[in-house]
């Protein structure tokens, strides 16, 4: 491992282990040549027992048996979960959680929610079971990513080459051009398409300059960006998205793509937003170890 690398933090919940996330993590884990930390917060509101700790003391005995070559370190503490989960996290870090109750408006979800606002750095969410994707949608290796025009764009970018490299997957780059609001039609005139192709074009090419030499393949669309990034990232590897934070206590607004994603997550999903308000990423985020 590399000496002052930010680990792979794994949020752990109470009951039924979690082999979905923690075998994620772990692979996630290897690929950065990094150290996992597991945080298992349990509520402030009951007095601790026995029995508080188990979750987090079965998670890093799965891992202990599963991946010896990692190093594991386990934080089980009453308090606030958001707290714990973002300060065990380094701007190196990623964060990887299951979605098992969002589809079910649970609490965990609306943690999710706070927890992508806050981090200092990617979260990865990993549906612990087989997300919506159609029956007759073919699984395949490819990392998607949703790439707009805004400031984070590089660095949604960057983390998704990096992302294919330990994957040993190609890129798919999307960028979606939504219609005019309240327009009946998806229809977008093609000289804003046109633009929009140079400009993901022009991105591909920067980070490429810089990043792991991975396929990038890329797609402009007129489209809802939700609806358009679903479609697209269902059998995938993973999906990429970035998050306009803009000061907002939680995802929840009108339009909030990232969002409408992880409600309905097809793969894995990657969600940034604290890499946007910086700009452009350095050429270390782009092909070092920022990821």
């Given at each position: ?177 939504p219609p005019v609001a309240g327009a009946e039609t998806a229809e977008v005139p093609d000289a804003e398409l046109a633009r929009a192709r140079r400009e993901l074009d022009d991105l591909v090419a920067a980070a490429r300059r810089y990043g792991p030499d991975v396929p990038v393949s890329t797609e402009v669309v007129a489209d809802r960006p939700a609806r358009a990034l679903l479609a697209r990232g269902a059998g995938a590897d993973e999906l990429v998205i970035g998050h306009r934070r803009d000061g907002a206590a939680t995802l929840r607004g009108p339009g909030s793509t ?34």
């Amino acid at each position: 491992m590399r000496a002052g690398t930010d680990p792979v933090v794994v949020g752990v919940g109470d009951g039924l282990l979690r082999p979905r996330v923690l075998d994620r993590a772990v692979a996630e884990a290897r690929s950065r040549a990094v150290a996992v930390t597991l945080v298992h917060a349990h509520g402030p509101e009951t007095p601790p027992g026995p029995w508080s700790d188990d979750a987090g003391q079965r998670a890093e005995a799965y891992l202990t048996r599963t991946a010896p070559d990692l190093e594991v370190s386990l934080l089980c503490r009453a308090g606030d979960a958001l707290a714990l989960l973002v300060g065990a996290c380094g701007a190196g870090s990623l964060l990887v959680l299951g979605d098992r109750h969002r589809r079910l408006a649970g609490e965990a979800g609306h943690l999710t929610e706070r927890v992508v606002v806050a981090a200092p750095c990617p979260v990865l969410v990993v549906p612990e079971y087989r997300g919506p994707t159609p029956p007759d949608t073919a699984v395949r290796r490819a990392v998607v990513v949703g790439v707009d025009g805004g400031p984070s764009a590089p660095a949604v970018l960057a983390h998704a080459l990096r992302a294919a490299a330990g994957l040993g997957a190609p890129v798919e780059a999307v960028r979606v051009v939504p219609p005019v609001a309240g327009a009946e039609t998806a229809e977008v005139p093609d000289a804003e398409l046109a633009r929009a192709r140079r400009e993901l074009d022009d991105l591909v090419a920067a980070a490429r300059r810089y990043g792991p030499d991975v396929p990038v393949s890329t797609e402009v669309v007129a489209d809802r960006p939700a609806r358009a990034l679903l479609a697209r990232g269902a059998g995938a590897d993973e999906l990429v998205i970035g998050h306009r934070r803009d000061g907002a206590a939680t995802l929840r607004g009108p339009g909030s793509t990232a969002l409408s994603v992880l409600t309905a997550p097809p793969c894995p999903v990657a969600v940034l937003g604290p890499l946007g308000r910086t700009g452009t990423p350095s050429h270390a985020a782009v092909g070092g170890s920022a990821p």
